[in-house]
């Protein structure tokens, strides 16, 4: 590794769809790597057999490529690298650093109950610290299993946090802690810190930024590089993500899957605006960046200790700025729908009403089929039937002596000028759409054309009874 070279990762486990907490601790990671020159990394930490599935890791890697991601090409899976683990299990074990453990799970329980009545430290007691080899070799010639426990040493671990500056933890309250477990003396499977700590340092890992709900995992691990004379890497733990009232954001949203805002049709460069400003705050008040302008500017000195607001009318709002600024061809290709004339027509006439694309064959599929509606929804606020279908039959006739489109429309909003705008062009809009929000009706014609506009005037004529 080059002098100074800064080295960041990700790290998912692959028990569950990748989402948006996971997905803002990708970004700021990758964030820090732009802005620094430095190196990213994935990993996909595997280690949960029961729990770890393949169509997790791939929604992992396929939300990674849709936020435009890049990281260094060799993807790390821990459940590839138990041979790597167990070396270090056993230097621990030889050390006498780390001991075999054959407590019961029932043994175990009873030892927190009794801890808790007597309102102590609720961690393991160090009963098996002192087992001979003989009567290791004898339990394990019996078929029993064990878990690898280090030797935590009474202290106090204190680390400087990028973001929380000085953390200090006592660890009287953390105890003899499994790293490994299903030791049966030969074979050992590594668990969660242990791993960790190894792929960091293997692979040169100096910043570690992730969730504050990491936060006292870090003593652990921390014990663990100290245990096997390892460097230390840069902590950086980011807010909690937080709902509008400012509780803890709720499984709904939280586990909610990258992939189903990107199936409700938002866009990956509004979820990184989104995201980046889940904690972080520019210099100024600007909102709207793009990847560059967020890297060029991006410290870890701009994230905030408190927690971070999940606002998702500003997801919307962001979304719907990303919509408005591409083309209506660029929009086309990204509602997997033709390229021609008339769906151009149909983007121009909601592009200003969308949030998301899924919001589009919402306003749109009036164009392709007249729902049912009430007469009544022609009538203009305190207008009457009689002045709306004097107006509609105006517009009919119009639409019989002019037809070119420019025509028809300067006459119909000449008429809505000396009648009123309300009273003409309300229900010609009901008319042409059957709905009470669309768009207007001059941008409706305009897909529909004059022939199919005129005969649906005919239709709400008679649904006025005229």
């Excluded at 899957?257 to 972080?280: I, Q």
């Excluded at 979304?319 to 061809?329: E, F, G």
């Excluded at 037809?403 to 009901?430: C, D, H």
Aim: aromatic share 10%.
């Amino acid at each position: 590794m080059k002098q100074g070279e800064v080295r960041v990762r990700i790290a998912p486990s692959p028990t569950g769809y990748f989402h948006i907490g996971t997905a803002r601790t990708a970004l700021f990671n990758y964030l820090y790597a732009l802005k620094t020159g430095g190196k990213f990394y994935l990993r996909i930490e595997d280690t949960d057999k029961e729990r770890s599935e393949k169509k997790y890791e791939e929604d992992i890697l396929e939300g990674m490529k849709w936020l435009g991601f890049t990281y260094e090409p060799e993807v790390l899976r821990q459940s590839e690298r138990g041979e790597i683990y167990g070396k270090y299990v056993r230097k621990l074990l030889e050390a006498k650093k780390a001991y075999y453990c054959f407590c019961s799970k029932e043994l175990l329980d009873k030892e927190r109950e009794e801890q808790m009545a007597k309102k102590m430290p609720q961690v393991y007691s160090g009963r098996c610290r002192n087992l001979s080899e003989g009567e290791i070799e004898e339990k394990f010639a019996k078929g029993e299993r064990a878990v690898v426990r280090i030797m935590t040493p009474l202290m106090e671990i204190t680390f400087s946090d990028a973001i929380r500056g000085e953390v200090k933890f006592d660890t009287q309250y953390i105890g003899d802690f499994a790293i490994a477990k299903n030791a049966d003396g030969k074979t050992l499977e590594a668990l969660y810190h242990l791993a960790v700590v190894i792929d960091d340092y293997e692979t040169n890992i100096t910043l570690v930024i992730r969730g504050e709900d990491h936060l006292a995992n870090t003593p652990k691990q921390i014990l663990i590089q100290e245990a096997l004379d390892l460097p230390r890497p840069e902590y950086a733990h980011l807010p909690l993500i937080l709902d509008e009232k400012r509780a803890k954001l709720s499984k709904r949203f939280a586990a909610t899957a990258l992939s189903d805002y990107r199936k409700e049709g938002y866009l990956p460069e509004a979820m990184r605006n989104f995201l980046t400003l889940l904690g972080w705050h520019p210099v100024d008040d600007k909102e709207i960046f793009t990847l560059e302008e967020i890297a060029a500017e991006f410290t870890l000195e701009r994230i905030q200790k408190g927690g971070a607001i999940f606002d998702g009318k500003k997801l919307r709002f962001l979304n719907a700025h990303y919509l408005r600024s591409k083309s209506d061809v660029e929009l086309a290709g990204l509602l997997e729908i033709e390229v021609t004339e008339q769906n151009c027509k149909k983007i121009a006439a909601v592009k200003e009403r969308m949030d998301t694309l899924s919001q589009f064959s919402i306003l749109t599929d009036f164009f392709d089929a007249l729902p049912e509606y009430p007469a009544e929804r022609l009538i203009w606020k305190k207008s009457d039937k009689e002045t709306t279908g004097k107006n509609l039959l105006k517009i009919s006739e119009i639409f019989n002596t002019n037809n070119n489109f420019s025509q028809a429309k300067m006459a119909i909003e000449t008429y809505a000028e000396e009648e009123g705008r309300g009273e003409v062009l309300w229900p010609l809009r009901v008319a042409l759409s059957g709905k009470e929000a669309s768009p207007g009706p001059i941008e409706i014609m305009e897909v529909l054309g004059l022939a199919e506009s005129q005969e649906r005037v005919k239709k709400a004529l008679k649904n006025l009874g005229f």
